[in-house]
């Protein structure tokens, strides 16, 4: 069982950047393939970024690729987001999670058993 805690969300401006962090407790940390979601208001829950067990693999969605970076420590046991180049529209309540099944990175949100609690990031104009 693993359990997950994100910070580093807060309010910055357009072009600014920011870094998530998502600190996991749990021994089997760098078995899960990690990943980030958001969820704007009124809208579904989107993947962002997932990475491999070990980091050698990370997968983007096309509105942040080139923009934002997933990777992860697992002597910290702690998987991070930089975002950079932050626009308004990436406004939302950011998730990491934890699949414990999978080989490969996976975009699918079903395919997470375990989720934070969310951190607000918000990028004013």
């Known amino acids: 069982q693993v359990q997950l805690v994100e910070s580093g969300g807060g309010l910055v401006q357009a072009g600014g950047s920011l870094r998530l962090s998502c600190a996991a407790s749990?021994?089997?940390?760098?078995?899960?393939?990690m990943g980030w979601f958001r969820q704007a208001p009124g809208k579904e829950r989107e993947f962002v970024a997932a990475?491999?067990?070990?980091?050698?693999?990370?997968y983007y969605s096309d509105s942040v690729k080139g923009r934002f970076t997933i990777s992860r420590d697992n002597a910290k046991n702690t998987v991070y987001l930089q975002m950079n180049n932050l626009k308004p529209e990436d406004t939302a309540v950011y998730y990491c999670?934890?699949?414990?099944?999978?080989?490969?990175?996976?975009?699918?949100?079903?395919?997470?058993?375990?989720w934070g609690q969310g951190t607000q990031v918000t990028v004013s104009s």
């Open positions: 999670a934890g699949d414990p099944k999978s080989k490969v990175v996976e975009t699918s949100l079903r395919k997470y058993d375990h």
């Open positions: 749990g021994r089997t940390f760098s078995s899960y393939v």
């Open positions: 990475i491999s067990w070990y980091g050698s693999s990370t």
